[in-house]
């Protein structure tokens, strides 16, 4: 080893811990960034040559430090899983909101829910049946249906509104979709050009695998990290990044809600529907084509057994004119559900035709609050249903959660900072380069000392 090349090795040295010094200062500097990845210096050996002269050989057994670079410490394998369990995650916590939104809309139990109103409403006719010539209670059982007509009109308003907010939701989160995927493109395209140049890319791949992951809160998708450094993601399947390549998705369907056809998300090229199997997309999707459609068909199915319950039996009964009882509701959903009768003679409180005249059929009317098929059970039984599904969803949610903070607990773990690892490593650099500048003070007084000696 001559001594011009042991001064290449000492200043090799001295690069390879000022280049450590500076990863570890990039860690410490990074230490609160979100999604920041901690970095590690890649450094090895430098052999002598491996190649033999013909007529002699090396006597050099080594010639220092190479700094190939640096590289992120990930664990592809958590990242791949936390992509999947937050898409999970995620829809299940929506899944549980519009749910709970649901249960907010009936507003059961209450004082001045819709079983309540019912009951009061049967109410009025037994007290009619009590007194079934007077005016009072029969303005009181008109009152009470109109009442009920409004509850069930407003109730099914509520949940129209909750269609059309979620509609509005789903429209958004597609667009953000879209506009996340075309900034992974540019990323991949970006860090494609570095990983040619020789560049790093560490800064650009942790800019990117944040929007792989929120991809897979959005709409659950997966990335597969590529041989050329970029990422592909792929929805249900089909990709949606390729590359420095995006494929946008678009809604199809309904805008309001009753009109006909199925709300889904496709992609905008084609128009083949896109298959979602997690994210915010599939729980808002499952909200607009089953969970609230099955609500306003269960409410609509209430209102038209009510409808056709009290105007069966006002048909059976006979007015203070001594007329067979016209229809009190009309309408056949809760939409559409209103009183269409406006006098109070028109009530058919009696079973007995004129001139006798009693309060039979008004006790009868009154006893439907007890009809285990009537639209009270019914109504009942929604309620129940509504309650074990929302407390089923916020159970799963929760686990879904739980699952979702030891994933990420694990990935941090292995990709975040830690400021005690960053010490020491700092002292360690620091140290070799103290050494580093010593060998090469050693090598330069050595040297001196032989140039006097030829002097």
């Known amino acids: 080893m001559s001594g011009f090349s042991s001064l290449g090795i000492g200043a090799r040295a001295l690069q390879a811990a000022q280049r450590g010094l500076e990863v570890s200062g990039q860690n410490i500097s990074n230490v609160n960034t979100a999604g920041y990845s901690r970095q590690r210096l890649d450094q090895v050996a430098a052999g002598g040559s491996p190649v033999p002269a013909m007529y002699s050989r090396s006597t050099a057994f080594g010639d220092g430090v190479m700094v190939r670079g640096t590289e992120r410490i990930r664990d592809e394998f958590l990242e791949a899983r936390a992509q999947q369990v937050r898409g999970s995650a995620s829809s299940l916590t929506s899944s549980a909101a519009t749910l709970k939104s649901v ?243 028109g009530i058919a409180a009696s079973k007995a035709a004129p001139p006798a005249y009693d309060g039979d059929n008004a006790s009868a009317m009154a006893g439907h609050l007890n009809d285990p098929t009537g639209p009270d059970a019914t109504y009942r039984g929604l309620i129940v249903e509504l309650g074990v599904q929302s407390a089923s969803a916020s159970r799963q949610a929760d686990v879904q959660g739980v699952m979702l903070r030891q994933v990420d607990a694990a990935r941090l773990g292995v990709s975040s900072v830690s400021l005690d690892e960053e010490m020491t490593n700092l002292m360690s650099y620091q140290h070799a380069y103290e050494a580093a500048a010593r060998f090469v003070s050693v090598i330069d007084q050595a040297m001196d000392s032989l140039m006097n000696m030829a002097r």
């Open 103 to 345: 249960e907010g809309i009936f507003g059961e139990p209450s004082d001045t829910g819709l079983q309540a109103q019912m009951a009061s409403f049967w109410s009025s006719w037994h007290d009619l049946a009590n007194d079934p010539t007077s005016t009072a209670p029969r303005t009181q059982v008109l009152e009470e249906a109109k009442q009920l007509a409004a509850t069930l009109g407003r109730t099914s308003q509520q949940l129209g509104q909750q269609w059309s907010g979620t509609r509005e939701a789903l429209t958004v989160t597609i667009s953000e979709v879209n506009r996340t995927a075309s900034d992974m493109a540019r990323l991949n395209d970006a860090i494609r050009s570095a990983k040619v140049s020789g560049a790093s890319t560490s800064e650009l791949s942790d800019q990117r695998d944040q929007l792989v992951l929120q991809l897979g809160e959005s709409i659950g998708a997966v990335g597969r990290l590529n041989d050329d450094g970029t990422v592909s993601v792929t929805v249900g399947g089909s990709q949606l990044v390729s590359g420095s390549r995006a494929t946008e998705l678009r809604v199809d369907g309904p805008t309001l809600p009753g009109q006909s056809g199925q709300v889904q998300v496709s992609w905008a090229a084609s128009g083949t529907p896109a298959t979602v199997t997690g994210g915010d997309v599939q729980a808002l999707t499952t909200a607009l084509t089953t969970t609230i459609p099955g609500y306003v068909s269960a409410l609509d199915s209430i209102a038209a057994k009510l409808a056709t319950t009290v105007n069966a039996q006002q048909a059976a009964g006979y007015d203070r004119n001594g007329a067979p009882g016209a229809p009190i509701f009309s309408g056949t959903t809760a939409a559409t559900i209103t009183v269409s009768m406006t006098a109070t003679n």
